[in-house]
C-alpha cells in the first residue's frame, strides 16, 4: 500500500491547474447512459473514481475510451443494466447511474452502496423520488430492483432535504420521462448545474437551472444526444490548494478556477486574515503571517461546503485563538481530528462542533487517512509539521486529487510516495 511521505516547513510559490471537478464529471458520465451514440468528455481529472465509473460502463457493454482527460463512451452497445457490488461498494456515487439506466431501459439492478466512513448516507431519497414517477422498486439480496414496465411519468417531487445525488438521479430519469417533473428544494451546486446545462443541450427543456425549482420536461423515452462536454473546474481542489496557501504563508497562484464557486472558501480566508488577487480564471492567494480564528457551519451551496470542513480545520489549527466548526451534512464526518490531534493539534468535539483552539507548532508523525477530504486535511497539516509525517491509506485521495503529490511538489514541497516495506 502507497503512503505519503511529508517534510514540513517549505514555503510554497508557483502556480498550478485546477483539475476538472469529480463531482462533476461522476453524474456527467452517468448521465451518457441516456444517449445512445458517441459522447466526448474533456477536462476529466485522472483519479481513480472517473476510472472506477466509466470501468462500470465497460462491464455494462459500453465501448469506452478513455486517455487521461478526454472519454469518448458509446452506451449504444450496452447490454446488462446491471451495476454490481464490486464496483457499487468502491465507490458510493455508482448510485448515480440508477436514474439514467432505469429511464432509458425501463429496468435496472443497482447494487445498494451501503455506510461510509462519514455517515450512513441512505439512498432513500433517491428512491422516493423514482417511485413517484412511476417506478416500482424492491430491495433484494442488497440490490435495489427497479422497474418502470410503461416507462416512467414526469411527478411532483418534494425532497424532504436538499440532497446532491438525489437531485441528480431525479433530472436524469426526468429528462426521458414522459410528461413534466418539478422537483422542490432541489440542489443548486455548480456540479447539478453543468448536468443540467448538459441535459438542456442536448434539447431537453429545463427551467430553474440553479435554483431550487426545476421543471424538466421528458422527451417520453427518446434517447438524447450530447455535444462534446468540458468539465468545469474542482472547486473543491481549488479550496484546498488555498487552503495550503494560508496553512504555509505562502504565495501561489491557481489556474483554470471558477472564482464564483470558491466564493465561500474565499470569504472564509479573507475573514482569517488571507488576502486575494482574482484574474479571469486565477487566483492568488498571498502570505498570511498572522492566521485569525474562523467559525463555520456546513451547509449546501452556495453555503459553506462540507467537503471543504476538514481542510478549513486543518488551517484553524495554526490560527491565534479558538474556531468554532460545525457539521450539519454528515453525521460522523470528524474522523481526522483525532489523527489532527496525533500531529500537535488542540481540537475538541463536542456532538456536531468542534472547538479548535489555535497551536503554536505542529509535529510531525504518523497519520492514517479516514476519507478523502480527510486525507487531505492531514497533508496541509503536515505541510507544516516540523520533521516527517507519513500519510498512510492514501487510497482515499487517489480517489478525488489528480497528482497531489505532484502539484504539491511543483509549489516547492518535499513530499514523496513511498510504498509500506
Ligand atoms: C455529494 C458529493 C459529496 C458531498 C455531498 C454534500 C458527489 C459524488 N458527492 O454527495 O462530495 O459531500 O454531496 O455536498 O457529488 N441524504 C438522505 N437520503 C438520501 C440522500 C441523501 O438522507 O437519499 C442525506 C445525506 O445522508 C446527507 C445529506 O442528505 O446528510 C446530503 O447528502 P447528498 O447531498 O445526497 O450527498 P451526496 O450526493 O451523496
Same mark, same amino acid.
Not at 468528455?41 to 485522472?46: F, H, I, V
Not at 460502463?57 to 459500453?62: E, H, Q
Given at each position: #500500500?502507497?503512503?505519503?511521505?511529508? /517534510?514540513?516547513?517549505?514555503?510554497?510559490?508557483?502556480?498550478?491547474?485546477? +483539475?476538472?471537478?469529480?463531482?462533476?464529471?461522476?453524474?456527467?458520465?452517468?448521465?451518457?447512459?441516456?444517449?445512445? $451514440?458517441? /459522447?466526448?468528455?474533456?477536462?476529466?481529472?485522472?483519479?481513480?473514481?472517473?476510472?472506477?465509473?466509466?470501468?462500470?460502463? +465497460? #462491464?455494462?457493454?459500453?465501448?469506452?475510451?478513455?486517455?487521461?482527460? /478526454?472519454?469518448?463512451?458509446?452506451?449504444?452497445? #450496452?447490454?446488462?443494466?446491471?451495476?454490481?457490488?464490486?464496483? /457499487?461498494?468502491?465507490?458510493?456515487?455508482?448510485?448515480?447511474?440508477?436514474?439514467?439506466?432505469?429511464?432509458?431501459?425501463?429496468?435496472?439492478?443497482?447494487?445498494l452502496p451501503g455506510g461510509c466512513a462519514i455517515g450512513q448516507r441512505p439512498i432513500d431519497l433517491h428512491l422516493k423520488a423514482l417511485e413517484s414517477m412511476g417506478a416500482q422498486i424492491e430491495i433484494k439480496g442488497g440490490y435495489v430492483h427497479a422497474i418502470a414496465p410503461k416507462g416512467l411519468q414526469g411527478a411532483k417531487i418534494i425532497f424532504d432535504k436538499i440532497t446532491v445525488g438525489g437531485t441528480e438521479n431525479t433530472v436524469m430519469a426526468a429528462a426521458l420521462a414522459h410528461g413534466v417533473t418539478t422537483i422542490l428544494n432541489a440542489a443548486k451546486e455548480p456540479e447539478v448545474v453543468q448536468l443540467c446545462e448538459m441535459i438542456r443541450d442536448a434539447g431537453v427543456k429545463i427551467e430553474g437551472i440553479g435554483t431550487n425549482e426545476l421543471t424538466i420536461e421528458g422527451t417520453g423515452g427518446k434517447p438524447l444526444d450530447f455535444q462534446t462536454v468540458a468539465i468545469i473546474p474542482d472547486r473543491i481542489e481549488a479550496g484546498t490548494y488555498l487552503c495550503a496557501g494560508a496553512i504555509t504563508n505562502s504565495s501561489i497562484t491557481l489556474n483554470n478556477v471558477n472564482h464564483g464557486h470558491i466564493r465561500a472558501s474565499i470569504d472564509k480566508l479573507e475573514s482569517m486574515g488571507c488576502r486575494f488577487d482574482l484574474e479571469d480564471n486565477s487566483i492568488t492567494i498571498h502570505p498570511t503571517e498572522h492566521l485569525k480564528p474562523v467559525d463555520l457551519i456546513t451547509i449546501e451551496y452556495p453555503g459553506f461546503p462540507t467537503d471543504m470542513q476538514a481542510q478549513f480545520m486543518a488551517v484553524a489549527v495554526l490560527a491565534q485563538g479558538e474556531s468554532l466548526i460545525e457539521e450539519r451534512l454528515f453525521e460522523n464526518r470528524f474522523m481526522h481530528v483525532s489523527e489532527l490531534n496525533r500531529l500537535g493539534a488542540n481540537i475538541w468535539l463536542k456532538g456536531s462542533t468542534a472547538a479548535v483552539k489555535g497551536v503554536k507548532e505542529l509535529y510531525g508523525a504518523d497519520v492514517m487517512a479516514t476519507d478523502l477530504r480527510a486525507s487531505s486535511a492531514l497533508v496541509l497539516a503536515a505541510l507544516v509539521a516540523q520533521g516527517t509525517t507519513k500519510v498512510r491509506r492514501i487510497y482515499h485521495l487517489d480517489r478525488g486529487?489528480?497528482?497531489?503529490?505532484?502539484?504539491? +511538489?511543483?509549489?516547492?514541497?518535499?513530499?514523496?510516495? $513511498?510504498?509500506?516495506a
Amino acid at each position: #500500500m502507497d503512503y505519503l511521505e511529508i /517534510v514540513g516547513g517549505q514555503k510554497l510559490s508557483g502556480h498550478i491547474t485546477i +483539475s476538472g471537478a469529480k463531482n462533476a464529471a461522476l453524474p456527467i458520465i452517468a448521465a451518457t447512459i441516456l444517449s445512445d $451514440k458517441e /459522447v466526448t468528455l474533456t477536462n476529466l481529472p485522472n483519479v481513480v473514481d472517473i476510472r472506477t465509473l466509466l470501468k462500470l460502463l +465497460s #462491464m455494462l457493454g459500453s465501448s469506452v475510451e478513455h486517455d487521461n482527460t /478526454v472519454a469518448h463512451i458509446n452506451n449504444g452497445c #450496452m447490454r446488462s443494466t446491471k451495476a454490481v457490488y464490486e464496483i /457499487v461498494s468502491e465507490m458510493r456515487a455508482s448510485i448515480l447511474v440508477l436514474g439514467p439506466l432505469l429511464a432509458r431501459f425501463g429496468e435496472c439492478e443497482v447494487s445498494l452502496p451501503g455506510g461510509c466512513a462519514i455517515g450512513q448516507r441512505p439512498i432513500d431519497l433517491h428512491l422516493k423520488a423514482l417511485e413517484s414517477m412511476g417506478a416500482q422498486i424492491e430491495i433484494k439480496g442488497g440490490y435495489v430492483h427497479a422497474i418502470a414496465p410503461k416507462g416512467l411519468q414526469g411527478a411532483k417531487i418534494i425532497f424532504d432535504k436538499i440532497t446532491v445525488g438525489g437531485t441528480e438521479n431525479t433530472v436524469m430519469a426526468a429528462a426521458l420521462a414522459h410528461g413534466v417533473t418539478t422537483i422542490l428544494n432541489a440542489a443548486k451546486e455548480p456540479e447539478v448545474v453543468q448536468l443540467c446545462e448538459m441535459i438542456r443541450d442536448a434539447g431537453v427543456k429545463i427551467e430553474g437551472i440553479g435554483t431550487n425549482e426545476l421543471t424538466i420536461e421528458g422527451t417520453g423515452g427518446k434517447p438524447l444526444d450530447f455535444q462534446t462536454v468540458a468539465i468545469i473546474p474542482d472547486r473543491i481542489e481549488a479550496g484546498t490548494y488555498l487552503c495550503a496557501g494560508a496553512i504555509t504563508n505562502s504565495s501561489i497562484t491557481l489556474n483554470n478556477v471558477n472564482h464564483g464557486h470558491i466564493r465561500a472558501s474565499i470569504d472564509k480566508l479573507e475573514s482569517m486574515g488571507c488576502r486575494f488577487d482574482l484574474e479571469d480564471n486565477s487566483i492568488t492567494i498571498h502570505p498570511t503571517e498572522h492566521l485569525k480564528p474562523v467559525d463555520l457551519i456546513t451547509i449546501e451551496y452556495p453555503g459553506f461546503p462540507t467537503d471543504m470542513q476538514a481542510q478549513f480545520m486543518a488551517v484553524a489549527v495554526l490560527a491565534q485563538g479558538e474556531s468554532l466548526i460545525e457539521e450539519r451534512l454528515f453525521e460522523n464526518r470528524f474522523m481526522h481530528v483525532s489523527e489532527l490531534n496525533r500531529l500537535g493539534a488542540n481540537i475538541w468535539l463536542k456532538g456536531s462542533t468542534a472547538a479548535v483552539k489555535g497551536v503554536k507548532e505542529l509535529y510531525g508523525a504518523d497519520v492514517m487517512a479516514t476519507d478523502l477530504r480527510a486525507s487531505s486535511a492531514l497533508v496541509l497539516a503536515a505541510l507544516v509539521a516540523q520533521g516527517t509525517t507519513k500519510v498512510r491509506r492514501i487510497y482515499h485521495l487517489d480517489r478525488g486529487y489528480d497528482d497531489l503529490e505532484g502539484k504539491l +511538489s511543483a509549489l516547492g514541497a518535499n513530499i514523496s510516495r $513511498k510504498k509500506e516495506a
